[in-house]
């Protein structure tokens, strides 16, 4: 497999080996000891699948505490997937990297504990995948506004379809340090 460091710590960009053939294709998803070698050695507690439409944007989600480590992939469609440090004390703290995740190019993106996630659907429909760290704990949820002028994310789409809950979150300078993950090296 073929590992892509980014501008973010720990978040990776994971091209996995694909096999294909007329007959279609194979890919491993996830293997323990494999990934423990790219130090992602979390132990991963739930799964998630999401079905959306062109346009559709979701997030910028968080949970603190129960923060959640995600790996996430695109299993047929394409996103544009995003990862913002709001991990107080962190050295690119405010700072985001995004990745074209899609079923044909197979890439995995690897979001640490700590860091808030979304990601907007640039296809007819995605089906969006989550490999995750930490259970749901709604009583935990975090949501930083998608467009925030500070972090200053480049979506690739014109208006976003939004959750209610999405369209009113806070900028992330507007959210208390103590309500937000704090870095650990």
């Known amino acids: 497999m073929n590992v892509i460091k980014t501008k973010l710590n720990e978040v990776l960009i994971i091209e996995p080996r694909v096999f294909g053939d007329s007959r279609g294709f194979f890919q491993e998803t ?28 979701r997030g910028l989600h968080y949970q603190n505490p129960h923060s959640q480590g995600k790996l996430v992939s695109v299993v047929q469609g394409a996103v544009y997937d995003v990862a913002v440090d709001i991990r107080v004390g962190s050295p690119t703290f405010g700072q ?7 079923g044909d190019n197979h890439r995995q993106f690897w979001i640490p504990p700590g860091l808030a996630h979304g990601f907007c659907v640039l296809s007819d429909t995605a089906y969006f995948t989550y490999k995750c760290t930490d259970v749901y704990t709604p009583a935990a949820e975090g949501g930083i506004i998608w467009n925030d002028p500070d972090i200053g994310i480049q979506w690739p789409i014109g208006d976003a379809v939004l959750s209610d809950k999405d369209q009113v979150y806070p900028r992330l ?13």
Do not use: H, M
């Open 173 to 185: 300078k507007n959210i208390a340090a103590d309500k937000l993950p704090v870095y650990q090296r």
């Open 96 to 102: 985001w990297v995004g990745v074209e995740l899609s």
């Open 30 to 57: 996830w293997s323990k000891p494999k990934y423990e070698v790219l130090g992602i050695k979390e132990e991963f507690v739930q799964d998630n699948l999401s079905y959306s439409t062109r346009g559709v944007l």
